[in-house]
């Protein structure tokens, strides 16, 4: 526990360790800018990045072909064979 505190205690202090990517415990590789992610499920062997653009909107792609759009927790999935599903504060459904 207190490696980890020192740990953390430096990476605070040190401002190129805020534009680097991390792993974290779960394999998912997160940028500091809070912009871009990538992860990899070993168990599905997917993979998938994320972009958040300027207007705040999130895009998701996965390696089998999905992809995701997401603001506020509303949101439109398209799956690799063309299904679209969309969540809005109202419902949610797919056609």
Do not use: D
């Amino acid at each position: 526990m207190r490696i980890l505190v020192i740990i953390l205690t430096v990476m605070l202090f040190s401002s190129s360790a805020f534009a680097e990517c991390t792993t974290n415990a779960r394999g998912r590789k997160v940028c500091s800018n809070g912009e871009e992610a990538a992860g990899y499920n070993s168990k599905t062997g997917n993979a998938w990045k994320s972009e958040k653009n300027e207007a705040g909107v999130t895009t998701t792609q996965t390696s089998a072909g999905g992809e995701a759009k997401t603001k506020n927790g509303k949101g439109v999935y398209k799956s690799p064979s063309g299904k679209k599903c969309v969540k809005t504060a109202n419902n949610q459904g797919c056609n």
